[in-house]
């Protein structure tokens, strides 16, 4: 899904959006999100840290197929580390 609207990139889709705006502003929603995971792991509110950890999972996927890196390419990477 997410390589298709970055191929697409539908008019009023958010994640096009944040294809068109490009890196940064990619990088800075990352940076937000892990703001408010950093947030809500702080308070015992469990479901508030799935959303906010949703949300940032998502905007890493964004990321990765952004810099053409597959999930598979960080898997090998973990995998490496612990030969």
């Known amino acids: ?42 308070n015992p509110d469990k479901p508030e840290l799935i959303r906010e950890l949703a949300d940032l999972v998502f905007h890493i996927q964004l990321l990765l197929v952004n810099e053409d890196i597959s999930l598979s390419d960080i898997v090998h990477e973990l995998e490496r580390r612990h030969r």
Do not use: H
């Not at 940064?24 to 947030?39: A, F, M, N, S, Y």
């Open 1 to 42: 899904m997410l390589l298709e609207r970055k191929r697409e990139l539908p008019e009023k889709s958010y994640t096009a959006n944040l294809f068109r705006e490009g890196r940064d502003r990619i990088l800075k929603k990352v940076v937000e999100e892990t703001g408010e995971v950093i947030i809500a792991a702080k």
